[in-house]
């Protein structure tokens, strides 16, 4: 699959309701099943992985535009933009082919939604359905009303069958 046309699933949802460890369970699942997966964590607030001091860090500061990091078994790229780039411009640069992006976060993007919903954050659903891209809801509580597929918080396995029919064209393999 060509990283243009490579599926990118958002999973959405209000602070602390449980998205990385949804994302966590959701990536184990689909490596199970031998797909090639990248991730992408969205960041309102901007970020710095360079701890001072250290090189990547310096070079950063002396002014580089791209600082690449290897080693045997890894290699990071941080590159200024300018401006924040969209996930479809962050996916042509990937540097490997795979099958599936999943982001964290995005949730006002144009992709396809999987929103996370616990009853005990007390907060109202982000989507409905529809317009705003919403395929599945991960949730403590049933929520009447929205006509998406729901699921218990921890269901990595159907949603990953969800996933691999709508997306991937493939019959699930968790039978």
């Known amino acids: 699959m060509t990283l243009d046309s490579v599926p990118v699933i958002s999973i959405v949802g209000c602070s602390n309701v449980g998205k990385t460890t949804l994302m966590e369970k959701l990536i184990r699942e689909l490596k199970r099943r031998g797909l090639r ?22 070079h950063a500061q ?8 290897a080693s045997p078994g890894r290699v990071a790229m941080i590159a200024r933009t300018g401006q ?6 962050i996916v042509a640069r990937l540097p490997v082919e795979v099958d599936l992006v999943l982001t964290e ?4 993007g144009d992709k396809p939604k999987i929103e996370v919903f616990r009853a005990a954050c007390g907060q109202e659903l982000l ?16 929520q009447p009303g929205i006509m998406v597929p ?3 918080l921890d269901d990595a396995v159907g949603l990953g069958d969800l996933i691999e029919e709508r997306y991937l064209g493939h019959p699930s393999h968790s039978h």
Do not use: M, N
């Not at 002396?62 to 990091?69: L, M, T, Y």
């Not at 976060?105 to 006002?108: E, I, L, Q, S, V």
């Not at 705003?132 to 049933?142: E, H, K, R, S, Y």
């Open 127 to 142: 989507c409905r359905g529809g317009e705003d891209g919403l395929i599945a809801l991960a949730t403590d509580t049933p």
């Open 37 to 58: 997966i990248a991730t992408i964590k969205h960041d309102v607030h901007g970020f710095e992985i360079d701890r001072p001091g250290k090189d990547t860090w310096r």
């Open 62 to 69: 002396a002014g580089s535009d791209v600082v690449v990091i």
């Open 150 to 152: 729901q699921y218990e």
């Open 105 to 108: 976060g995005y949730k006002r």
């Open 84 to 89: 924040e780039l969209s996930v479809d411009e």
